[in-house]
């Protein structure tokens, strides 16, 4: 039987959501050149997958979290998924941005979150893990104690591994890079000979292609 990566993996390359072409790179902004590219926003756009992502995260804080408070989502990207997963789990939500606001009330954290309200956050895609840590960061100096983020995949990256021990952030994904290539094979998305290539990629993703 399959597993809730599996089945998840499998319906984000139905989608489109992820693809993989290793002959035919992406560019990333950040000026990677990738085998990969990952857009959950748009699960949003297909009613069962949308609702299958919002039952499994609110699933994951359930059982991992039953003690939250409230839910925070990281902009742009998780915002619908974090309210999806409030609203499932009738918690209050709010959404962090990448940068304060330059005008009105210059807020970082948009909606209302109690001073020591006990929050999980909601990513929907991990890579680096730099941009998610700072949403924890900023919940953390508005008094709030984080007790973990789930989120929707993630590629993996060792230096991301580390940069959420050394923050002390429970991390839990739905699905992710290994798990994702596996099914591409078994589903003859991708070839035999594919495998290597997207593993090295992975192992040095800056310096790939180069």
Request: hydrophobic fraction near 45%; include cysteine.
């Amino acid at each position: 039987m399959p597993t809730l990566k599996e089945i998840f993996a499998a319906r984000l390359l139905a989608a489109e959501a992820i693809k993989l072409q290793p002959t035919t790179p992406f560019t990333w902004a950040s000026g990677w050149r990738s085998p990969i590219y990952c857009d959950n926003r748009k699960t949003l756009s297909f009613p069962t997958l949308r609702t299958f992502v919002k039952l499994q995260l609110a699933r994951t804080v359930m059982e991992r979290w039953p003690e939250a408070d409230a839910i925070a989502g990281v902009a742009t990207g998780a915002i619908a998924q974090g309210a999806l997963v409030a609203e499932e789990l009738g918690l209050p939500f709010c959404y962090v941005r990448s940068k304060a606001k330059d005008h009105g009330m210059q807020n970082l954290i948009e909606g209302s979150v109690a001073e020591g309200a006990r929050v999980v956050v909601i990513e929907d895609l991990i890579s680096t893990g730099g941009s998610s840590l700072k949403a924890v960061d900023a919940l953390r100096q508005a008094g709030c104690t984080v007790l973990g983020m789930a989120a929707s995949y993630t590629y993996g990256f060792s230096v991301a591994e580390q940069a959420f021990a050394d923050a002390g952030v429970e991390l839990v994904t739905l699905t992710d890079y290994e798990t994702v290539i596996q099914v591409a094979l078994q589903t003859n998305y991708i070839k035999p000979q594919d495998t290597e290539l997207l593993r090295q990629w992975r192992t040095d993703p800056a310096n790939w292609g180069k």
